[in-house]
């Protein structure tokens, strides 16, 4: 797909790797809606990013724990033109273990990750012009295919993604293209970086090779015309996850 001038709309944007995809989009052209839920001042700065980047930007502001934001979110986005690329990266990283987990954590972990992102992903279909190609990508993770009883319901929600982006791809070929990218610990959240190893990896464009080797991941998925569809592309971090 051509992705000059086309639009994309990256949730949970504000920051970290999400602010790397949104301003990689950038770098290719792409408008960009920048989805965020609380962190408004980093939004902003990436937004003023992309757009430093000769592209227009918005940001967008929604809590995915209540999927009926969702076809907001889309309308929203769709003011830059109609979204062609998803990229479903908002996300909760809560640890949980079995005698821990309650209802509401299991429901808030499903619905940010399976639920909003199934929303968003029918409202873009529904707005999108008859021949104009789609891309949906799902950022998994490598608790979507094996077991860490550390985070049970975020593994749980996790798998529900893995599976969804499969129901997609099969509805929605060939117009339409399904993957997803499965990082490694590429930016460990900040509680594991303070308990775990003295290194901490950049989190900037050119600093942090395995940052840098996932958005080209991205802009592969997104530029690909050969239909392949419902496909999970490992990308390793600066530690290897076992």
């Given at each position: ?25 950038a ?23 992309c ?19 969702a ?97 997609l ?5 060939p ?27 950049k ?30 592309v490992?990308?390793e ?6």
């Amino acid at each position: 797909m051509e992705m000059t001038g086309k639009v994309a709309l990256v949730t949970g944007s504000a920051h970290r790797i999400g602010r790397a995809m949104a301003c990689r989009l950038a770098d290719e052209g792409m408008h960009v809606a920048i989805h965020w839920n609380r962190s408004r001042e980093q939004a902003l700065a990436t937004m003023a990013a992309c757009r430093a980047r000769g592209v227009e930007a918005l940001t967008v502001q929604g809590d995915l724990s209540d999927p009926s934001i969702a076809p907001e979110i889309i309308a929203e986005a769709s003011t830059l033109g109609p979204v062609q690329v998803l990229v479903n990266n908002a996300s909760r990283f809560v640890p949980n273990r079995l005698l821990e987990i309650d209802a509401t954590q299991l429901e808030i972990d499903h619905r940010i990750h399976v639920v909003s992102p199934t929303i968003l992903a029918r409202e873009l279909v529904k707005r999108l012009p008859g021949g104009l190609p789609g891309r949906i990508i799902h950022m998994l993770d490598w608790r979507a295919s094996a077991a860490d009883p550390r985070y049970l319901s975020y593994g749980l929600a996790k798998a529900g993604l893995l599976h969804l982006m499969k129901m997609l791809a099969a509805e929605l070929a060939p117009e339409i293209t399904v993957n997803g990218i499965s990082p490694g610990s590429i930016l460990p959240p900040s509680n594991e970086l303070a308990s775990g190893p003295t290194m901490k990896p950049k989190a900037e464009s050119g600093e942090n090779p395995s940052l840098d080797l996932l958005t080209d991941v991205l802009i592969q998925l997104v530029r690909q015309d050969d239909g392949s569809t419902g496909q999970v592309v490992a990308v390793e971090g600066w530690r290897t996850m076992s």
